[in-house]
């Protein structure tokens, strides 16, 4: 998350996405592709007999297999117990890829990456990456609140299956996808079709890549409403004191934490001449600085919010509350 902190840590991307969208078929695009570079891969797959892992092309890459529950709730112990093991010899590997279950909830599987020690400080969570069948996304919107999960945590969108849709079709389908994901960068696919430097290696899940390449890209527009979830996000000028910062969103995750999915954001401290990056997975939240302002880059701090019953004008105060005086 932290440019201080990236040397030496390895990427993780997690792979998401709801049954049948497309997640094996870019798995195998990703393991197939010469691209030069070596991934460890983990499978998740609900049940007790994997099959997974044999749906996974040959490759070189070294491929474990989690079973026997979902890795969002049953088995987060086994993917620290992995990812530990997999550090012993991470020189080996460029980076590691975890594919979750279609049923997973992304949440958990973020916060591994922040709840244990050991993983976090060798680790360094890339993107999490969700792939949406755009023939049957509207149904599952209007069945599973899985799929608009998966889609709120999203960094990037692989919106997949596009030539069995019309165009006013996938124009519909990603507007609903801007409904509850603003801010996710979506690309277009047939059969999961998209080079490997689109997906991996993106330094999305901390919003510093985004904000260097778009600096307005977190702005207090109006946005989409949905009535499950939706996204916003604010912006103020004035430096923020942190301890009036820290003591405003610890509360606010301890209260509403269930109800937001990700938040994130970059920070103009007083007195600071380094830009602070903060993220949040449900009541979990991260923090680090990442290195100094740009030269003509305003000093603005930026706050976005992707969940459910999120209210706008309350946030806002609460936000602003955090000026320094």
């Known amino acids: 998350m932290a440019e201080a902190q990236t040397e030496g840590q390895v990427p993780v991307t997690v792979l998401t996405g709801y049954l049948g969208a497309g997640k094996t078929t870019l798995l195998n695009r990703i393991l197939s592709e010469n691209?030069?570079?070596?991934?460890?891969?983990?499978?998740?797959?609900?049940?007790?007999?994997?099959?997974?892992?044999?749906?996974?092309?040959?490759?070189?890459?070294?491929?474990?297999?989690?079973?026997?529950?979902?890795?969002?709730?049953?088995?987060?112990?086994?993917?620290?117990?992995?990812?530990?093991?997999?550090?012993?010899?991470?020189?080996?590997?460029?980076?590691?890829?975890?594919?979750?279950?279609?049923?997973?909830?992304?949440?958990?599987?973020?916060?591994?990456?922040?709840?244990?020690?050991?993983?976090?400080?060798?680790?360094?969570?890339?993107?999490?990456?969700?792939?949406?069948?755009?023939?049957?996304?509207?149904?599952?919107?209007?069945?599973?609140?899985?799929?608009?999960?998966?889609?709120?945590?999203?960094?990037?969108?692989?919106?997949?299956k596009t030539d069995l849709v019309s165009p006013a079709e996938l124009?519909?389908?990603?507007?609903?996808?801007?409904?509850?994901?603003?801010?996710?960068?979506?690309?277009r696919t047939t059969r999961a079709a998209l080079p490997i430097g689109q997906i991996l290696n993106q330094g999305a899940f901390s919003l510093d890549r985004v904000l260097e390449n778009d600096p307005d890209f977190l702005t207090d527009d109006e946005h989409e409403h949905n009535e499950d979830v939706s996204s916003m996000s604010f912006e103020l000028d004035a430096p923020i004191d942190p301890e009036r910062f820290n003591a405003w969103i610890g509360a606010l995750l301890a209260e509403k934490g269930q109800d937001l999915l990700r938040t994130k954001g970059i920070l103009a401290y007083a007195g600071e001449d380094r830009r602070f990056a903060f993220q949040a997975v449900h009541m979990i939240a991260d923090g680090d600085f990442i290195g100094p302002w740009k030269e003509g880059v305003p000093r603005r701090s930026r706050l976005v919010f992707i969940g459910r019953n999120l209210n706008r004008p309350q946030l806002r105060r609460g936000f602003e509350s955090c000026q320094a005086g």
Do not use: W
């Open 35 to 160: 691209h030069g570079r070596k991934y460890a891969v983990v499978i998740n797959e609900f049940g007790e007999l994997g099959v997974d892992n044999d749906l996974v092309v040959d490759s070189d890459e070294e491929v474990f297999e989690m079973n026997n529950g979902c890795i969002c709730c049953t088995v987060r112990g086994d993917l620290i117990r992995i990812v530990g093991g997999l550090m012993k010899r991470a020189d080996k590997f460029d980076g590691i890829i975890i594919e979750t279950t279609g049923l997973a909830n992304p949440a958990p599987v973020a916060q591994t990456f922040f709840v244990d020690e050991g993983v976090r400080a060798r680790t360094r969570l890339d993107a999490i990456v969700t792939v949406v069948d755009a023939k049957h996304l509207p149904q599952r919107l209007a069945d599973s609140h899985e799929a608009a999960d998966q889609i709120a945590f999203a960094d990037v969108i692989v919106l997949n």
């Open 171 to 187: 124009e519909a389908v990603e507007a609903q996808i801007r409904a509850i994901n603003r801010f996710a960068v979506i690309h």
